[in-house]
T-cell receptor, first 114, second 115 residues
Framework: AQSVTQLDSHVSVSEGTPVLLRCNYS??????LFWYVQHPNKGLQLLLK??????LVKGINGFEAEFKKSETSFHLTKPSAHMSDAAEYFC????????????FGGGTRLMVKP | GAGVSQSPSNKVTEKGKDVELRCDPI?????LYWYRQSLGQGLEFLIY????????KSGLPSDRFSAERTGGSVSTLTIQRTQQEDSAVYLC?????????????FGPGTRLTVL
């Protein structure tokens, strides 16, 4: 069994300040972990993924995430927020089995103030 | 190249009617998934197709829900006798192969509203 907890349903930052979106997971397997972003009325877009290679993963648009097995965390960060980063972000775990059905966190809505 | 496409983008129906939602995966992708995104339940897995194997239906919420995938490509999700709690965005995703670390690519979704 696997689950994902996104610790904040809403995060508000000012443009140009750092972003931190928190995610904790549990999994019976050695999972793959993903962050997806969903802009209003748009589909889910992959930001980055961890698949048991380097624990610090760099994604698109300046985002990165660090896999910490001891803390079962996969927090998403960005050094400087941009207005276009305002969206909903989903932390996702995959069991790395044949089916690979994704389990989603509840989502974090990021708001960026000018 | 073309991504995953879904149709219709929006569907409004009356309670008790049947609806069909369509998904065109990325060409050559062997794995196809349906998920549902609703206010109360978040994003949840519904059904999974891999090649010609029998689908994994473990996420379907009731026997009113069914899906098929013809010729290993296009998939149709059918909801019979729709209920108001079926209102949600239905998302389709495809994956290149059975490789466990391959990325799932999502379509834009179909927003279903049951009146």
């Amino acid at each position: 069994a696997q689950s994902v907890t996104q610790l904040d349903s809403h995060v508000s930052v000012s443009e140009g300040t750092p972003v931190l979106l928190r995610c904790n997971y549990s999994s019976s397997y050695s999972p793959s972990l993903f962050w997806y972003v969903q802009h209003p009325n748009k589909g889910l877009q992959l930001l980055l993924k961890y698949t048991s290679a380097a624990t610090l993963v760099k994604g698109i648009n300046g985002f990165e995430a660090e896999f910490k097995k001891s803390e079962t965390s996969f927090h998403l960060t960005k050094p400087s927020a941009h207005m276009s980063d305002a969206a909903e972000y989903f932390c996702v775990v995959s069991p790395n089995n044949a089916g690979n059905m994704l389990t989603f966190g509840g989502g974090t809505r990021l708001m960026v103030k000018p | 190249g073309a991504g995953v496409s879904q149709s219709p983008s929006n569907k409004v129906t009356e309670k008790g009617k049947d609806v069909e939602l369509r998904c065109d995966p990325i060409s050559g992708h062997t794995a196809l998934y349906w998920y549902r995104q609703s206010l109360g339940q978040g994003l949840e897995f519904l059904i999974y197709f891999q090649g010609n194997s029998a689908p994994d239906k473990s996420g379907l919420p009731s026997d009113r829900f069914s899906a098929e995938r013809t010729g290993g490509s296009v998939s149709t999700l059918t909801i019979q006798r729709t209920q108001q709690e079926d209102s949600a965005v239905y998302l389709c995703a495809s994956r290149a192969s059975a490789g466990s670390t391959d990325t799932q690519y999502f379509g834009p979704g179909t927003r279903l509203t049951v009146l």
